[in-house]
């Protein structure tokens, strides 16, 4: 008896990647394909079907499952017959039939393993009109292939004949196997990206968001220039296309370099597997750096000298190309790919009597954006195919005109410089503040600089040296955001002088750089119905906030904090209740409810919000402090109510003629560690003023919190959540510790002396990484024993987002994000410029909660988020000042102190400060012990005196 299984032969290493995006997409399939043509004329469909059995005869790659359970590669299984699927639809159907036909249908999953990926289904629209639709799998096929196919199937219908294996898929995935040259292809890519660091790309968690397309025409008259263009400089169209695609998007996105996807035909030079029909391509990325030594002739020249030599190198997968590039992010290193096709000698399949017309051939990935450039006789067809987590229409038709007004300008001056802002020169055109040119920008950088850093800085002053870091950075563009400087957190970080960022920024304005978004009318109905009239706005609660009010009943007072202020001086407490509530009437953050629809939270900042303090004279009574203190186990048993009350209770306690306690409750919903301090100088400035009886208002923030809810749009959180779901790959799985009592907390103390800091400082400042780096990369490296790679969290700040500067808004932009740490066979060095790089790309989607991304590793939401955090204290210390230390309208603070609870087994808190460095682990003792935390602490500081030597 004949075998079943006519060959047995690897996936090629592009079915292996495939495969493996397969199996990491539970949501159905990312690789469907759909081909769909007219059929007009007296169609045959008996006649047919026999032609598409002979079709899948003749073809093993239409007769091919896989199997990958039990190996250590896939495997490619060709079957010696297969009885294809062949459905006909005979009722004709309405046009919304249809439609909904087709989406299942791309969207119905296929078993590898059993049968092959591939199922054709006519549809009757009529006696005479049919709708051929072929699903498959990219797996089989190619675009090219296909075609191929659907005239095999034509010359079968026209004219039957003997079936005969005409395409053997096994032979090219031999040739394939057979390379004997990977070790030359991974030097010529690694050749190729040498000094190129590539960010992490957009491409992260596979999801079911919808896929669009958008369609644009270039013109036969701006053609045939482009080709006369192409000619002329001896290059290729797809040359110009993909140079242009990536300088379109070096605009868009403001950086001059860009790594694009382009797939390339792999097949050998000889004509021996020139016919053969399967999947015969690789998509390959290209790096492209727009720098003002070249134009885009040039650009393009080389880029196509690059191209040509690597297409040779194009038999090795693509995971190979990434190691060898030094991408070390999940997922691909492009999140956007161009395909060009030369359709002037495509021929469509002939059938007799019957007029075939290719309705749409759609392919679904798992890139955000793709453009198929399809080069015809009479025009060129621009198709954007993108996803709805990533872009809008506008954006799509914004990018797919600059894409042709910039092939327009290859056409007019190829000799054109690339322009891009973030390296433009600020010149004599430039609008700069107190003045114009470079030189007026740098003074201009290097005052904010001595500013934040508190020392004289010159033009050349380093940021390293000056002990620089992300918080610093942050305050360096928010100040130079008010000033109409438009910088990034990475620019200071790459151009760590005030000269060499003033080579690197555009002075821009600020006009109205909030967008607000439209809520569904049933979440302002219900705003009404709580709040009636007095509403200031609604909006959607930022992906923080909702994490957090969506965590266990049993975690929530984690979020309640409480502080008291001992205060030494006449306090007039009527007066003071006033202040407090004059500082809410400023800050829409002390006025806002959170209510729910539809299982999302929701944001109502009130037009007004009464904060009530309650006064108690305890002069006369015995023991004071237990008095307090039992009033402060009460308030944190009594939960806020997130709809109803005032997120801030207040009780003032009168200890003696002129000494009073102040005891702050608040739900951390109302504002961060940073901008607490804001809040209380608006409360005692307002004092100040009640006291002294004068007249006055406190000046209005220029961005309310609820501007910054606006601003945090629903793409936003999606695109987030992709980032972190890349990012965290390999911590997929970890599991947590549960933890129930939050308040058990101990702590080891440690301290770096003067010339300890000193030495270490100088270390970070030459090797250009912030102390900060130094200290995750030293703790990642002890807790390597542990597990690998390491995973813990680091605090940051959300205040910078789409260039926008929320530094003195008063609110909740803190949050916490993970840091992974592949320690093995990496000096302290490598893994702090590592996490040092990602952290940098990481800030841009800090704004997603810390909850959601411990949901993305597996953690369920009793366990916590990471068993460490790093809290690197280097906000602002005057604000912390101003909290311990301040004499305001008649009063000095002499004591303050703050209720300190966390869920996370072990916070490691790192404070550079006069040149010494304080160092605090504090620690739950039901899971952690006080000999692994002291040990934890002591082999801290040796490998980080350790690493300076």
């Not at 309640?560 to 006033?578: A, C, I, M, N, V």
Request: with cysteine; glycine share 4%.
């Amino acid at each position: 008896m004949d075998s079943p299984i006519t060959d047995i032969v690897p996936a090629t290493p592009v079915q292996h990647g495939l495969l493996y995006v397969e199996r990491s997409y539970a949501k159905g399939s990312l690789y469907h394909e759909q081909y769909i043509a007219k059929l007009a004329g007296p169609l045959d469909l008996g006649r047919l079907e026999i032609a598409w059995q002979k079709t899948v005869a003749a073809h093993t790659i239409l007769r091919t499952i896989f199997d990958w359970d039990g190996q250590n590669e896939p495997m490619q299984i060709v079957l010696r017959h297969y009885a294809a699927p062949f459905v006909v639809m005979a009722d004709p159907l309405e046009e919304n039939e249809r439609t909904a036909f087709v989406e299942r249908d791309a969207q119905d999953s296929f078993q590898f393993d059993t049968t092959p990926p591939h199922r054709l289904t006519l549809m009757k629209l009529d006696d005479q009109t049919h709708w051929l639709v072929f699903t498959y799998h990219h797996l089989l096929l190619d675009g090219s292939s296909v075609s191929a196919l659907f005239d095999y199937l034509a010359w079968q219908y026209n004219q039957p004949s003997e079936v005969r294996e005409i395409n053997d898929y096994g032979a090219y995935s031999r040739w394939i196997q057979s390379y004997r040259q990977q070790e030359n292809s991974v030097d010529a890519w690694h050749s190729y990206a040498e000094g190129i660091s590539l960010p992490a790309s957009l491409v992260q968690e596979y999801s079911n968001d919808q896929t669009r397309e958008h369609y644009q025409y270039i013109d036969r008259e701006a053609v045939d220039r482009l080709v006369a263009a192409a000619r002329a400089h001896h290059l290729t169209l797809n040359s110009i296309c993909q140079v242009m695609w990536a300088y379109t998007f070096a605009l868009s996105r403001e950086q001059p370099q860009v790594c694009a996807g382009s797939p390339t035909m792999v097949k050998p030079l000889d004509s021996s597997l020139d016919s053969v029909v399967g999947l015969c391509i690789n998509t390959l990325p290209y790096i492209l750096s727009f720098d003002r030594e070249q134009s885009l002739v040039d650009i393009a020249v080389r880029h196509q000298q690059n191209w040509g030599g690597l297409i040779e190198h194009s038999r090795i997968g693509l995971a190979e190309i990434k190691k060898a590039i030094g991408y070390h992010h999940y997922g691909d290193p492009f999140d956007t790919i161009l395909t060009y096709t030369d359709a002037r000698d495509r021929i469509l399949p002939r059938l007799d009597g019957v007029d075939w017309r290719v309705l749409s051939h759609n392919e679904v990935t798992q890139y955000p954006l793709s453009l198929d450039v399809v080069y015809d006789v009479h025009s060129i067809e621009l198709k954007a195919t993108y996803r709805d987590a990533h872009y809008n229409a506008p954006t799509i038709s914004r990018l797919v005109q600059s894409f042709a007004d910039n092939l327009s300008l290859f056409i007019e001056h190829p000799d054109t410089i690339p322009h891009l802002r973030s390296y433009t020169d600020v010149d004599d055109e430039t609008v700069a503040p107190q003045g114009s040119g470079r030189e007026a920008l740098t003074e201009k950088i290097a005052q904010i600089w001595t500013d934040v850093f508190g020392v004289e800085v010159g033009y050349d002053s380093n940021f390293f040296d000056l002990g620089g870091d992300s918080i610093s950075s942050l305050r360096i563009v928010s100040k130079l955001l008010e000033a109409g400087v438009t910088a990034s957190m990475r620019d200071v970080f790459d151009s760590p002088t005030p000269e060499l960022l003033a080579r690197v920024v555009l002075s821009t304005a600020i006009d109205d750089p909030v967008t607000h978004m439209d809520l569904p009318a049933s979440v302002e109905e219900k705003a009404r119905q709580l709040y009636g009239s007095n509403i200031s706005a609604v909006v959607r609660a930022s992906s923080v906030q909702q994490g957090i009010i969506r965590r266990p009943s049993s975690k929530q007072n984690l979020y309640h904090d409480q502080s008291t202020f001992t205060y030494k001086g006449r306090l007039d407490p009527e007066l003071f209740e006033k202040a407090w509530n004059i500082a809410a009437h400023k800050n829409d953050a002390m006025r806002m409810r959170y209510f729910s629809k539809d299982d999302v939270w929701y944001v109502c900042a009130l037009k007004d919000s009464a904060i009530s303090m309650r006064y108690f004279d305890l002069r006369d009574t015995p023991r004071q402090s237990e008095a307090i203190q039992r009033a402060i186990e009460d308030d944190l048993a009594t939960p806020f109510n997130l709809q109803r009350d005032p997120l801030i209770r207040l009780r003032l306690y009168r200890t003696g003629d002129e000494t009073h306690v102040l005891f702050l409750s608040f739900h951390i919903l109302v504002t961060d560690g940073w901008s607490f301090a804001f809040m209380m100088d608006d409360v005692f400035t307002a004092y100040e003023h009640l006291i002294e009886e004068r007249s006055f208002d406190l000046p209005s923030r220029r961005l309310t919190y609820v501007d910054y809810l606006h601003s945090l749009t629903v793409s936003d959180t999606i695109s987030g959540r992709q980032h972190w779901s890349q990012y965290l790959h390999d911590a997929a799985g970890a599991k947590g510790v549960s933890i129930s009592n939050f308040s058990n907390l101990d702590v080891v103390f440690a301290h770096l002396d003067g010339d300890e800091t000193d030495v270490i400082q100088r270390f970070a400042s030459a090797k250009k990484l912030s102390l900060n780096s130094v200290v995750q990369a030293a703790w990642a490296t002890i807790n390597a024993r542990q597990s690998e790679p390491v995973i813990f969290g680091a605090t940051t700040s959300a205040r910078l987002l789409h260039g926008v500067n929320y530094d003195d808004t008063v609110g909740l932009f803190f949050n916490d994000i993970p840091i992974i740490a592949h320690v093995e066979g990496r000096s302290i060095e490598q893994l702090a410029n590592i996490i040092q790089r990602d952290f940098q790309t990481n800030l841009k989607y800090s704004y997603v909660s810390s909850y959601d991304i411990a949901e993305m590793v597996g953690r369920d939401p009793e366990e916590a988020p990471y068993d460490s955090l790093i809290v690197f204290e280097n906000y602002p210390k005057m604000q912390e000042d101003s909290l311990k230390e301040s004499r305001r309208g008649g009063v000095m603070n002499t004591d303050y102190w703050r209720r300190d609870m966390a869920d996370i087994p072990m916070t490691l808190y790192v404070e550079v400060r006069n040149g010494v460095t304080d160092i605090k682990l504090s620690y739950n003792n039901t899971v952690v012990s006080r000999d692994v935390a002291q040990g934890l602490v002591d082999e801290f500081m040796r490998t980080l005196k350790v690493c300076t030597l």
